[in-house]
C-alpha cells in the first residue's frame, strides 16, 4: 500500500542525521547510471555500473511506502568474507537509515554458497545486534569450505547458488504488506541453473523461474556482483550487469540496482551508503517504474 508523501521530505529526515547526498536530483548515486563516489565525494568509478531503473523523476507529490523490508542474500564462500566484515561494522548505518522512514522496518538473512541457509529461521531480526551477530557467525563458512546448509561435502565449485538462494528468500521471507521489498544480493562469481548441479548438489531453480518468484512479489534486487570471477576468472556479468540466456539480468528485471564488488572490496565504493542510497531511491518509487 502506498501514502503521500514528500521525495524531498523523506531525504530531508534522513539527511538531518546522515548527511545524505542521495537527495540531489541529478544521476549520481551509485548504480543509477551515475559515477561511485567514495565517503570524500571522489569519483572512483572506473566502470560504470548500470541500473535498470535510470528515472530521474523527483516530483515532490510522488507515492510512498508504508514500511520497508530488506532481506540480505549472502553468498558465503571462502572470498566473501571481507563483505561479512564490512556488513558487520556497516549495517547498524544502514538500519539507523531505514529507521528513519520507519519506525520498524524487517531486516533478514539468507546465505548461500553450494546450498542455502535462512538464518534467525527464515524471521525479520529483533534488533541490529542480533544481526551484527549473525554475520559474525555466518563468517565462518569463508574459512572452511562447508556448506551452510548442512549439506555433506565441501565446496569444490567455483560458481555459487545464488538462484536457490534468492527463489528461498522470495519464497520464505515475510515480506510485508504495504511495503517496498528490497533483497541485497552479493556474490562475486558466476551460478548455475537447475537442472545442473554445484559440488553434487542439485540447483533447484531455473534463471527464469528466480525472475518470476522476484517479480510476482514486487522484490527488487540490489545486487553487488563482479566483472571477472574470483575463483577461475572470466566474464561473470551474465544475469548482473547484462543478460543470461536471451533472458534479462537480475537488476534489470526487477527495477533494481548492481554495484561492483570489487570496488567494495577495494574500499573505493561504500557498501552501506549505497545501501541507503537505495532504499531513499526506492522508497518512493512505484514497482517497475
Not at 538464518?119 to 544481526?131: H, I, K, L
Not at 531455473?206 to 571477472?228: K, M, N, P, V
Not at 576468472?233 to 551474465?238: L, P, Q, W
Request: glycine residues 8%; charged residues 25%.
Amino acid at each position: 500500500m502506498l501514502h503521500r508523501l514528500s521525495v524531498i521530505s523523506v531525504c530531508m529526515l534522513i539527511s538531518s542525521v546522515f548527511l545524505f547526498s542521495a537527495c540531489e536530483t541529478d544521476d549520481s548515486t551509485p548504480g543509477r547510471g551515475g559515477d561511485n563516489k567514495d565517503e570524500s565525494g571522489s569519483d572512483t568509478d572506473t566502470d560504470t555500473d548500470t541500473d535498470a531503473d535510470t528515472d530521474t523523476d523527483t516530483d515532490t507529490d510522488d507515492e510512498c511506502y508504508d514500511k520497508i523490508d530488506i532481506c540480505f542474500v549472502l553468498d558465503v564462500s571462502t572470498s566473501m568474507g571481507f563483505v561479512l566484515d564490512k556488513l558487520t561494522s556497516e549495517i547498524g548505518a544502514v538500519w539507523d537509515a531505514a529507521s528513519q522512514i520507519d519506525d520498524d522496518p524487517s531486516f533478514g538473512l539468507v546465505v548461500f554458497v553450494d546450498d542455502v541457509a535462512l538464518q534467525n529461521s527464515g524471521q525479520p531480526f529483533a534488533a541490529v545486534q542480533d544481526m551484527q551477530a549473525a554475520f559474525m557467525s555466518v563468517k565462518q563458512f569463508t574459512s572452511n569450505e562447508k556448506q551452510p546448509g548442512g549439506s555433506p561435502g565441501m565446496n569444490m565449485s567455483c560458481p555459487e547458488n545464488t538462484l536457490d538462494a534468492l527463489v528461498d528468500a522470495a519464497e520464505n521471507y515475510p515480506w510485508r504488506e504495504g511495503a517496498v521489498r528490497i533483497i541485497i544480493h552479493a556474490t562475486d562469481d558466476t551460478f548455475k541453473e537447475s537442472p545442473d548441479s554445484l559440488s553434487g548438489i542439485q540447483v533447484r531453480h531455473t534463471y527464469e523461474e528466480t525472475l518470476e518468484a522476484l517479480t510476482s512479489r514486487e522484490l527488487r534486487a540490489a545486487c553487488f556482483a563482479a566483472h571477472i570471477g574470483e575463483c577461475l576468472g572470466g566474464n561473470v556479468e551474465a544475469g548482473f550487469y547484462t543478460g543470461y540466456n536471451g533472458m534479462v539480468s537480475i537488476p534489470e528485471a526487477t527495477g533494481g540496482h548492481v554495484f561492483d564488488i570489487r570496488q567494495v572490496a577495494q574500499g573505493q565504493v561504500s557498501m552501506a551508503d549505497s545501501i541507503k542510497d537505495v532504499i531513499i531511491d526506492e522508497y518512493c518509487t512505484p514497482y517497475l517504474e
